[in-house]
T-cell receptor
């Protein structure tokens, strides 16, 4: 069965800290995504990656960076956390377009609070 | 600015009712329209999807209606059950944008017993 695992369900950090959110998928998917979910705004794409060491900005990349050193792992980095980055963060993976439209498989999310 | 607008934000129906969730889009290049279902504490999961070459798609109790000229699509849940209580997201993507999805704002559905 498809599995996307996010390392933490809940995380509390302080403003100015560097924060790492980790995501691992076991499906050998090429594409991986990071979203943030806020009430009324749905899911907004932060970054995505279509291959190891490759990344593309999504709709709201400011204040974030990503790292993909291995195919199965995609990390989201908050360089200097701010209170407006308090949110639910969702990681997803999918097979590439060449396999025709493929569903994105989501992890269960990390609820991040920045104090 | 949301490219996919979803309404209503919340919806309460009685068991057996037919909740309807509507989405509208602006970008005519969108050509794939999935719906995702999210239960509390879980990530979204694909429920049903449609392409613009058909006007309706049914999977079990879930139906997508698609109106290409109006740039609108909607989700109907027949004979709704309390177990359908969840947040529903519509989304849209373009084939030439890989698997990137643009999501609507979500609808929180509650089905009362």
């Amino acid at each position: 069965d498809v599995k996307v695992t996010q390392s933490s369900r809940y995380l509390v950090k302080r403003t100015g800290e560097k924060v790492f959110l980790e995501c691992v998928q076991d499906m050998d998917h090429e594409n991986m995504f990071w979203y943030r979910q806020d009430p009324g705004l749905g899911l907004r794409l932060i970054y995505f990656s279509y291959d190891v060491k490759m990344k593309e900005k999504g709709d709201i990349p400011e204040g974030y960076s990503v790292s993909r050193e291995k195919k199965e792992r995609f990390s989201l980095i908050l360089e200097s956390a701010s209170t407006n980055q308090t949110s639910m963060y969702l990681c997803a993976s999918a097979r590439p377009l060449s396999y025709s439209n493929q569903p994105q498989h989501f992890g269960d999310g990390t609820r991040l609070s920045i104090l | 600015q949301q490219q996919v607008k979803q309404s209503p934000q919340s919806l309460i129906v009685q068991k057996g009712g037919i909740p309807i969730i509507n989405c509208a889009y602006e970008n005519t290049a969108f050509d794939y329209f999935p719906w995702y279902q999210q239960f509390p504490g879980k990530g979204p999961a694909l429920l049903i999807a449609i392409r613009p070459d058909v006007s309706e798609k049914k999977e079990g109790r879930f139906t997508i209606s698609f109106n290409k000229s109006a740039k609108q699509f909607s989700l109907h849940i027949m004979d709704s059950q309390p177990g359908d209580s969840a947040t529903y997201f519509c989304a849209a993507s373009m084939d030439n944008a890989g698997n990137m999805l643009t999501f609507g704002g979500g609808t929180r559905l509650m089905v009362k017993p």
